[in-house]
Each structure stands twice: as C-alpha cells, then as structure tokens.
C-alpha cells in the first residue's frame, strides 16, 4: 500500500509500515509543515492514503469536499507509542481490506470504515 503520513505520525509507526513493506512518504522527513490541503492534493495525485493523527484531513475531506484517495485517522494519542504500534499492527487487516475510497478511524476500542464521497461536480 502507498502511505502518505502526516509529520504528527510517530517514528515507531513509520518503521513498523515500512517493515512491513508499506509505501511510506512521510511528511516529516521530506517537508515539514506543508499545509494539509496541499498534502491532501498530492496525495490524492500519487494515489497514496493518509495516516494521520490530525482531524483536520476529515474535515477538508467531508466538510470542503476536497478529493481524498483515503484517510486513516488515528486516535489513540493517550497510549505510549509502543501500543499505538501494536494497536495499528492487531487492526492493520481491516486497512488493507478498505484501501482506497475509505476515511479509517482507529481507536483503542473499534475501527469505524466511512466511504469517502467524491466533490461534487
């Protein structure tokens, strides 16, 4: 899968993706604080999901009606970084079961799997 992960995505998370033979771009290592809609743009264009810790990819996506090729959303700022690892790694199944089209959130708890609806014309 090719993975666009926002800067506010853990090292740990990067290197656990990449181990396991994802497709990382991570903003952090190439231009940190470009603004989300930008990402969000090219992204889209190089057909790459968004990892991210930040809301505000949901709201330009459901709110703006901005493009997405999919979103996962990761909400689980309270564990310590190893859990959020082992957490990503017990549900990563269903990500890969909704790879494209999709806004993922991933809680402690539940994944919830969205479709994403298309701009209108």
């Not at 990563?92 to 079961?97: K, L, P, Y």
Request: hydrophobic share 45%.
């Amino acid at each position: 899968m090719k993975v666009f992960a926002d800067e506010n995505v853990p090292r740990a998370i990067i290197v656990w993706l990449r181990g396991h033979g994802q497709d990382v771009l991570w903003a952090a290592e190439t231009h940190p604080g470009t603004p989300d809609a930008d990402w969000l743009r090219q992204a889209q264009d190089a057909k790459r999901v968004i990892l991210t810790s930040d809301k505000d990819f949901g709201e330009l996506a459901f709110r703006d009606h901005l493009n997405s090729y999919g979103v996962i959303l990761l909400r689980l700022d309270d564990l310590p970084v190893t859990d959020r690892v082992a957490r990503l790694e017990a549900v990563w199944s269903v990500v890969e079961a909704n790879p494209t089209g999709k806004f993922i959130v991933i809680t402690e708890s539940k994944v919830r799997v969205r479709d994403l609806t298309p701009a209108g014309p």
